[in-house]
């Protein structure tokens, strides 16, 4: 059996992005004392990443702060001509990203670099930015582009990166903080059915090798891969309260499925405590990801580090919630599962649904 691909393979190095990654948290932290005793005082909300909680004098409420882009997902719309879903793919890796800790995103501020200006696409870009806000719940307040030439790189002379900012409020008490999660707590999972914006390079890479240079016209790959990511903010938000709803179960956890999957994203949650997963009924992933599996001969193992596999979200709560957060889910137009519980053990393992190894336990620690 030839090796198969990985992430790193697809020029992406995510160890060196982790070691750059803690270069700059660590720049960051030399600057809270700038605001030390002063409005806008900083809280790490959360010792990994960037992620920060500004503490400012607002009455009963905080304020958060949190960048993020799509990365190379948009050559995807270069190669179609189809930019109408690139905003959704943005807002979701901003807003998600903030209402896992029970912040709810009210404002956005955006940056496009392109190569060249071309009024169409950004016609196409616009109009899928009023429907994903619309469907975050946030306005957009401020913004800029650049046309910068052959400092960005992409298919067509009009490439561009998009990237952006978003600003979320938080109520006193209404943090998710992943503190009172306790073995034997069920996990459920929302359906994502495409790749968010993560491991895109890796998509590339195998389209490549698959088909060539121009991979972009076989019509259904293309297609399938433009899908945008699912938005899970308002849903979320209306459990935990938000958009002037009364919390309606308690959420001891949020697990944003993006980069590092489920292994990384979850293990994150339940790594603060030393506590550790079993997933023995995940969501299945998208056929478009299993198909990548196969032509890229990517293991089940490495696509659950770097896909989300068809689980978009997962939420932690306590067995007398399970129910209850099924039922809302359903009542708001939305498919959930039960698709674990949280154990005393340390690590995630996983029943996999993926291409190779169907129905084999994966181990991450």
Same mark, same amino acid.
């Given at each position: 059996?030839?090796?198969?691909?990985?992430?790193?393979?697809?020029?992406?190095?995510?160890?060196? =992005?982790?070691?750059?990654?803690?270069?700059?948290?660590?720049?960051?932290?030399?600057?809270?004392?700038?605001?030390?005793? +002063?409005? =806008?005082?900083?809280?790490?909300?959360?010792?990994?990443?960037?992620?920060?909680?500004?503490?400012?004098? /607002?009455?009963?409420?905080?304020?958060?702060?949190?960048?993020?882009?799509?990365?190379?997902?948009? *050559?995807?719309?270069?190669?179609?001509?189809?930019?109408?879903?690139?905003?959704?793919?943005?807002?979701?890796?901003?807003?998600?990203?903030?209402?896992?800790?029970?912040?709810?995103?009210?404002?956005?501020?955006?940056?496009?670099?392109?190569?060249?200006?071309?009024?169409?696409?950004?016609?196409?870009?616009?109009?899928?930015?009023?429907?994903?806000?619309?469907?975050?719940?946030?306005?957009?307040?401020?913004? *800029?582009?650049?046309?910068?030439?052959?400092?960005?790189?992409?298919?067509?002379?009009?490439?561009?990166?998009?990237?952006?900012?978003?600003?979320?409020?938080?109520?006193?008490?209404?943090?998710?903080?992943?503190?009172?999660?306790?073995?034997?707590?069920?996990?459920?999972?929302?359906?994502?059915?495409?790749?968010?914006?993560?491991?895109?390079?890796?998509? +590339?890479?195998?389209?490549?090798?698959?088909?060539?240079?121009?991979?972009?016209?076989?019509?259904?790959?293309?297609?399938?891969?433009?899908?945008?990511?699912?938005?899970?903010?308002?849903?979320?938000?209306?459990?935990?309260?938000? /958009?002037?709803?009364?919390?309606?179960?308690?959420?001891?956890?949020?697990?944003?499925?993006?980069?590092?999957?489920?292994?990384?994203?979850?293990? +994150?949650?339940?790594?603060?405590?030393?506590?550790?997963?079993?997933?023995?009924?995940?969501?299945?992933?998208?056929?478009?990801?299993?198909q990548m599996q196969e032509w890229g001969n990517v293991s089940d193992e490495e696509a659950y580090k770097t896909w989300n596999m068809g689980n978009?979200?997962?939420?932690?709560?306590?067995?007398?919630?399970?129910?209850?957060?099924?039922?809302?889910?359903?009542?708001?137009?939305?498919?959930?599962?039960?698709?674990?519980?949280?154990?005393?053990?340390?690590?995630? +393992?996983?029943?996999?649904?993926?291409?190779?190894?169907?129905?084999?336990?994966?181990?991450?620690?």
């Amino acid at each position: 059996m030839t090796k198969g691909l990985t992430y790193k393979d697809s020029g992406v190095n995510v160890d060196l =992005g982790d070691v750059c990654s803690k270069i700059m948290a660590q720049a960051c932290q030399q600057t809270y004392a700038n605001r030390k005793g +002063r409005i =806008g005082e900083i809280e790490v909300l959360e010792k990994e990443g960037l992620h920060r909680i500004i503490t400012i004098n /607002f009455g009963s409420y905080r304020l958060m702060l949190n960048s993020d882009g799509i990365g190379t997902k948009v *050559e995807f719309a270069e190669r179609t001509g189809n930019h109408k879903t690139m905003a959704y793919d943005l807002f979701a890796m901003l807003a998600d990203d903030s209402m896992r800790f029970g912040a709810e995103p009210i404002a956005l501020s955006n940056i496009l670099d392109v190569k060249k200006l071309d009024e169409g696409i950004i016609k196409q870009l616009a109009e899928g930015m009023v429907g994903s806000a619309k469907e975050t719940g946030v306005a957009v307040v401020s913004g *800029e582009i650049a046309e910068l030439g052959k400092r960005v790189g992409g298919y067509t002379e009009n490439a561009y990166n998009w990237c952006g900012t978003v600003l979320s409020i938080l109520g006193k008490g209404k943090e998710i903080t992943g503190k009172n999660i306790k073995p034997g707590d069920y996990l459920i999972a929302l359906p994502e059915y495409g790749f968010r914006s993560n491991g895109i390079s890796l998509v +590339r890479k195998i389209l490549t090798n698959k088909f060539g240079d121009e991979w972009h016209k076989e019509p259904v790959v293309a297609s399938l891969a433009l899908t945008p990511s699912r938005i899970y903010t308002k849903k979320i938000l209306k459990l935990h309260g938000g /958009f002037g709803e009364k919390s309606y179960v308690e959420l001891k956890g949020v697990a944003n499925i993006t980069g590092g999957g489920i292994p990384g994203k979850l293990g +994150r949650v339940l790594g603060a405590k030393k506590l550790g997963a079993e997933l023995n009924d995940l969501l299945y992933p998208p056929e478009i990801m299993k198909q990548m599996q196969e032509w890229g001969n990517v293991s089940d193992e490495e696509a659950y580090k770097t896909w989300n596999m068809g689980n978009g979200m997962i939420v932690v709560v306590s067995e007398k919630e399970c129910q209850k957060t099924l039922d809302k889910l359903g009542k708001i137009g939305d498919y959930s599962q039960i698709v674990g519980n949280v154990t005393k053990k340390p690590g995630i +393992r996983i029943n996999s649904r993926g291409h190779f190894k169907e129905g084999q336990t994966l181990e991450f620690k």
